[in-house]
C-alpha cells in the first residue's frame, strides 16, 4: 500500500512539474506572438521598470489610462535612454520599434531602434 502511494505522489510532482513547464512556455510563446502582431504608436507619458524581469521597461502612452504590456517586453533596454515626450512607433508584424525624440525645433527626430524582443 505504501509503495502504491509513493508512485501516485511522484506521478503527481511530475504532472505539476510539467504542466508548470508547459503553462510558462505557451505564456511566452502568445506573449511574443502578441508583440509581433501589434501597431504601437504613441508618445511617452510615464516609464516603470518591469516587476518581474528588471530589464524590461513598461510604458505608459499618452491618452490611455494603463500600461502597455507589448512593449513591456523590450529587452536590454534602459530606463534612462527612453524618455517621457518619446514617440514611439512600431508597426504591425515587426519586432522592432522605433523611438523618436524632439528637437530644439520641437520636431520629432528619429534617435534609436529597440528590439522588441
Not at 509513493?6 to 502568445?30: A, E, Q, T
Not at 501597431?39 to 499618452?62: A, C, Q, W
Not at 508597426?91 to 520641437?106: E, G, H, I, L
Amino acid at each position: 500500500m505504501k509503495m502504491n502511494h509513493n508512485k501516485f505522489m511522484n506521478c503527481v510532482v511530475i504532472f505539476i512539474f510539467l504542466f508548470g513547464v508547459l503553462y510558462f512556455s505557451l505564456n511566452s510563446y502568445f506573449q511574443n506572438k502578441m508583440v509581433y502582431s501589434l501597431n504601437i504608436t504613441g508618445v511617452v507619458e510615464d516609464i516603470h521598470i518591469g516587476t518581474r524581469d528588471k530589464s524590461s521597461v513598461v510604458l505608459k502612452f499618452k491618452n490611455t489610462d494603463k500600461f502597455n504590456k507589448a512593449i513591456g517586453f523590450v529587452k536590454n533596454a534602459d530606463k534612462n535612454v527612453i524618455k517621457k515626450g518619446d514617440s514611439i512607433f512600431k508597426p504591425m508584424f515587426s519586432y522592432q520599434a522605433q523611438v523618436f525624440r524632439k528637437d530644439a525645433t520641437n520636431e520629432y527626430k528619429f534617435i534609436f531602434k529597440i528590439k522588441a524582443r
